[in-house]
């Protein structure tokens, strides 16, 4: 029942639009704003809330999205909706999966995956923005590479720009 509910929220009519919670909206507002002719963006660790991803498909024109998560349960509710979804972990990736890309970004990850997102940038060359919990934003900005980001009062952000070759 749950997997059904869930891919009604993928269909994204105009009623789950304005529905999308405004956590979800505000990131992807931010992200097509900084990132208005990307081409295709990885979420990682999309979880259950792909909102951000389904909207950033309808915020940028010609926008390959691709949302990775390592539970294929998950990514299976998510097939045949408006974005790519890969099975992906992403302490071990699949690389080419993030090739030619010009975001990777996840929202509230584990502490533990913030350097495993920055190496995979680094990696393929490509931005990255972490949206963590509160609490760990304190603690990774002691990194001085990454940027805090305000997108709203009430949502921090960390922003690595990567200097492309």
């Known amino acids: 029942m749950e997997g059904h509910i869930y891919r009604e929220h993928t269909l994204l009519n105009h009623e789950v639009l304005s529905s999308i919670p405004d956590y979800f909206r505000l990131i992807a507002e931010f992200i097509a704003r900084e990132y208005p002719s990307a081409l295709k963006i990885v979420e990682v660790g999309v979880g259950r809330t792909p909102f951000t991803a389904l909207l950033l498909k309808r915020l940028i024109k010609n926008l390959r999205m691709v949302v990775v998560d390592k539970d294929p349960g998950i990514i299976s509710e998510l097939m045949g909706s408006e974005v790519e979804a890969v099975v992906d972990d992403v302490l071990s990736p699949k690389i080419e999966i993030y090739q030619n890309t010009d975001l990777i970004y996840s929202i509230r990850p584990p502490f533990e995956l ?23 934003a304190y603690l990774a900005r002691a990194n001085q590479r990454w940027k805090r980001i305000d997108i709203s009062p009430r949502i921090i952000g960390l922003q690595r720009k990567i200097f492309r070759r």
Do not use: K
């Open 114 to 136: 913030f350097s495993a997102i920055e190496r995979l940038g680094e990696l393929v060359g490509c931005d990255i923005i972490i949206i963590p919990l509160l609490e760990d």
